[in-house]
């Protein structure tokens, strides 16, 4: 499972001209399901998200993370984190997980976040969005379950 993580002080995820999710400071996750990927993957990645301390302190140090800022969270699908570039000049996507097992997985990392206290607002798995953000810091990072 793959994730970029984009610390935020607003973002929202636009369907067909309709918002159907904003928040205000948090992480904007885009998350990528691969072959294999189960829900001890996702479980794994969301702890290791939930508890990343990238957020400023009083000091201007990193030190805080997504519950002490009292953040949330707006996770997207992104099955294109996965696109292999290696040949030619169009991407190769099957790498990616079978869309229905990348959607049950998707929608099951949202509720790890909801359980945990989180506000959460989705985009909608499969469809065509428009994500805006504003990227603070600017501090993203790149997570890849395979590689730790």
């Not at 428009?130 to 790149?142: A, E, M, Q, R």
Request: with cysteine; charged share 25%; aromatic share 10%.
């Amino acid at each position: 499972m793959r994730a970029v993580v984009q610390c935020v002080s607003q973002a929202s995820v636009t369907v067909d001209e309709q918002v159907v999710g904003s928040i205000g400071k948090g992480f904007v996750i885009l998350l990528g399901v691969g072959h294999g990927d189960t829900e001890a993957e996702a479980e794994r990645l969301w702890r290791k998200i939930s508890k990343l301390r990238v957020f400023d302190d009083a000091d201007g140090k990193t030190n805080l993370s997504l519950a002490d800022v009292g953040g949330e969270v707006l996770v997207v699908s992104q099955f294109t984190l996965y696109a292999n570039c290696r040949k030619g000049n169009r991407p190769s996507f099957t790498e990616a997980g079978d869309p229905a097992v990348a959607e049950r997985l998707y929608e099951y990392f949202a509720e790890l976040a909801r359980q945990d206290g989180f506000p959460v607002a989705t985009g909608r798995f499969g469809a065509m969005m428009d994500v805006s953000l504003v990227n603070h810091g600017p501090f993203t990072l790149w997570l890849d379950t395979e590689q730790w």
